[in-house]
């Protein structure tokens, strides 16, 4: 069964830092993976996705690397900002057969930026 | 676009009570997904629907039917809730997630309360 682990639980930094927050996944059979924002009280808004074939995916101050043999991924934040105050989830969905639509989802990062 | 859509927001039931959870889409999706989240917890997939007609279980469906007779609409029911049941419940929609990225939208949530 894959299981996603998110490391830390919890982040708070300064504003303008630069951060990593990490993800790993127990088997590297996946079809993509995918980061997603979380706002208090709101839905989930995705951020990057990964195929499996990528090593990495940009979007403005975002970047996200995928080392699927190694199961892991991060996603980098650059120059972060009060506005990225929010938790961050990551999901794989797995490769082939039934069930390939079943994202597994980590339990999250909460970042907080501190002004 | 309204993107998906959820409703109630919040709603409190009393222990054997039965409710329905509406969710609808207008991005002409053909894949949709009934997601709980609870507190401190990755989301986990309930049931999922490839299409109008077709929907199939996914990681915890115990205690919930769905049913998607159009492409809009795919409700949650719960015929008899139960404390273990309260939880923030997520609706997702994506387009065809094999020709596509598996990008998911998701609407706001409900959130529910079993006491």
């Known amino acids: 069964k894959q299981e996603v682990t998110q490391i830390p639980a919890a982040l708070s930094v300064p504003e303008g830092e630069n951060l990593v927050l990490n993800c790993s996944f127990t088997?590297?059979?996946?079809?993509?993976l995918q980061w997603f924002r979380q706002d208090p009280g709101k839905g989930l808004t995705s951020l990057l996705l990964?195929?499996?074939?990528?090593r990495e995916q940009t979007s403005g101050r975002l970047n996200a690397s995928l080392d699927k043999s190694s199961g892991r991924s991060t996603l980098y934040i650059a120059a972060s900002q009060p506005g990225d105050s929010a938790t961050y989830l990551c999901?794989?969905?797995?490769?082939?057969?039934?069930?390939?639509?079943?994202?597994?989802f980590g339990k999250g990062t909460k970042l907080s930026v501190i002004p | 676009n309204a993107g998906v859509t959820q409703t109630p927001k919040f709603r409190i039931l009393k222990i054997g009570q039965s409710m329905t959870l509406q969710c609808t889409q207008d991005?002409?999706?053909?894949?949709m997904y009934w997601y709980r989240q609870d507190p401190g917890m990755g989301l986990k997939l309930i049931y999922y629907?490839?299409?109008?007609?077709?929907?199939d279980k996914g990681e915890v469906p115990n205690g919930y039917n769905v049913s998607r007779s159009t492409t809009e609409d795919f409700p949650l029911r719960l015929e008899l809730a139960a404390p273990s049941q309260t939880s923030v419940y997520f609706c997702?929609?994506?387009?065809?997630?094999?020709?596509?990225?598996?990008?998911?939208?998701f609407g706001p949530g409900t959130r529910l309360t079993v006491l």
């Open positions: 997702a929609s994506s387009y065809s997630p094999r020709t596509n990225p598996d990008t998911q939208y």
């Open positions: 088997d590297s059979a996946i079809y993509n």
């Open positions: 990964i195929q499996s074939s990528q």
């Open positions: 999901a794989v969905s797995p490769s082939g057969g039934a069930g390939s639509y079943q994202l597994t």
């Open positions: 991005m002409n999706h053909n894949y």
């Open positions: 629907s490839v299409g109008a007609g077709i929907t």
